[in-house]
């Protein structure tokens, strides 16, 4: 008889647990014109909020990280093959266990609303077409991992003005049962990662 009101037990938990989410709210502002630049970051959970300004003098520097980013990245991929043997195992642990929690991670709303103004026209214009593609192409990335719900983009192009403003607003959710399970999925691979390790080293022949 005990041992099946633990079971009952431990099975209610299991329920419980399965119905209650966990939310995080995540807003992004990006403000660039002549001579300011601010990015800020907010994000909230359990009424706890944690906030970050940064303050970038030069959007120049924004570019040409970028910039050096992409060049450093298609470099790499062209020696990928070559150093994948030679890479950190704790590497694929961590790509591993992104691509398994990002199937129980839900996007129940996403906002995502931008401005631009160039200065010109036909630079506007531009502009405004090339930040719809980027926004489309990354909604799909994401929709392609990641399940969605309801996703508002806007894109408004400013004519008169010379400034890029972006604000995003998402909410994450997650159930705690799911949380669990990808935390037990960490230990496994942990675990796994740590025996292969040492079955390698072990099989090494001695010099």
């Known amino acids: ?11 209610l938990v299991l329920l419980l647990l399965s119905l209650l989410y966990i939310k995080v709210n995540i807003k992004v502002e990006f403000f660039t014109s002549p001579g300011n630049t601010m990015l800020t ?58 691509n398994f929690g990002a199937k129980y991670l839900v996007i129940e709303r996403l906002d995502w609303s931008s401005s ?3 200065n010109d026209a036909m630079y506007t214009a531009i502009g405004s077409g090339g930040l719809w593609a ?5 909604v799909g990335f994401l929709s392609s991992k990641i399940r969605l719900q309801d996703v508002n ?3 408004e ?26 935390t037990f999925y960490f230990l496994v ?16 022949p001695s010099h």
């Open 1 to 11: 008889m005990l041992g099946f009101y633990i079971t009952a037990g431990v099975a």
């Open 41 to 98: 970051v907010r994000a909230s959970c359990f009424s706890k909020e944690l906030q970050k300004r940064y303050p970038l003098r030069d959007f120049n520097t924004i570019l040409n990280y970028l910039t050096d980013s992409w060049k450093k990245r298609q470099e790499n991929k062209k020696n990928k093959e070559a150093t994948r043997e030679k890479s950190n195992p704790n590497t694929s642990i961590y790509y591993r266990l992104v």
């Open 116 to 118: 631009i103004g160039l």
């Open 134 to 138: 980027v926004k489309g192409t990354l």
């Open 153 to 155: 983009l806007q894109v």
């Open 157 to 182: 192009p400013d004519f008169n003005g010379k400034k890029v403003v972006s604000r995003l607003y998402c909410i994450l959710k997650m159930r705690i049962v799911h949380i669990i399970l990808i």
């Open 189 to 204: 691979l942990i675990v796994r990662g740590y025996f292969n390790g040492f079955t390698a080293r072990k099989a090494e």
